[in-house]
């Protein structure tokens, strides 16, 4: 298996543009995670998937930021408006739901 | 929710010495708890994990201690070497719930 993928590795855009972020899961994993990486505040989840559906999105920082899951091998992270203070590196995971989570390469996303 | 503190930081080792990392929780409810490397420029990658039921795990020159009652856990790594040059996370998470909380990171460095 290839792992989980994301796409763009890195993403450049200005402050007020829509930014979309993908991943591939691993196939035949039910769990599905986004998280955000930055130096000041570490991993943090922000939401996650199982079998599609959104179960806690707690983590999600605002109304800017929307994910989506139309099927088992495909999750959106959406921002729009993005803003500076969301540059970051954003990592998508996925699970069996037995413990390992097995993470992306991540996308770095700064905004001008 | 949970809370995860980790220290030391950073830590720099001499080439063959013990590194030992060391993270408290604050949810007695949290029975999962993995450890994650992360090189530069990738995602997390586990290491190891424990779970409530065991004290302590090992493989090869890695090892965790799990302490519940006073809810910290710890990671060992024995003879170190240069590629063991990381950030390592420890993390906490329930075994119904797929949520991990993540500690802030230790930036380990091995002297040669």
């Known amino acids: 298996d290839a792992g989980v993928i994301q796409s763009p590795r890195h993403e450049v855009t200005e402050m007020g543009q829509e930014v979309t972020l993908r991943c591939k899961p691993i196939?035949?994993?039910?769990?599905l995670f986004w998280y955000r990486q930055t130096m000041m505040r570490g991993l943090e989840l922000l939401i996650y998937f199982n079998n599609n559906v959104p179960i806690d999105d707690s983590g999600m920082p605002e109304d800017r930021f929307s994910a989506k899951m139309p099927n088992a091998s495909f999750s959106t992270l959406k921002i729009q408006p993005s803003e500076p203070r969301d540059s970051a590196v954003y990592f998508c995971?996925?699970?069996?739901?037995?413990?390992?989570?097995?993470f992306g390469p991540g996308t770095r996303l700064t905004v001008l | 929710g949970e809370n995860v503190e980790q220290h030391p930081s950073t830590l720099s080792v001499q080439e063959g010495d013990s590194a030992v990392i060391k993270c408290t929780y604050s949810?007695?409810?949290?029975?999962?708890f993995p450890w994650y490397k992360q090189e530069l420029g990738k995602g997390p990658q586990l290491i190891i994990d424990?779970?409530?039921?065991?004290g302590e795990k090992k493989d090869q020159r890695i090892a965790v201690t799990l302490n519940k009652t006073a809810k910290h856990f710890s990671l060992h790594i024995t003879e170190t070497q240069p590629e063991d040059s990381a950030v390592y996370f420890c993390?906490?998470?329930?075994?119904?719930?797929?949520?991990?909380?993540f500690g802030a990171g230790t930036t380990v460095t091995v002297r040669a």
């Open positions: 995971a996925s699970s069996s739901g037995a413990g390992e989570q097995f």
């Open positions: 949810d007695s409810a949290s029975n999962y």
């Open positions: 993390a906490a998470g329930g075994l119904y719930d797929y949520k991990l909380s």
């Open positions: 196939s035949g994993h039910d769990y």
């Open positions: 424990i779970r409530s039921n065991v």
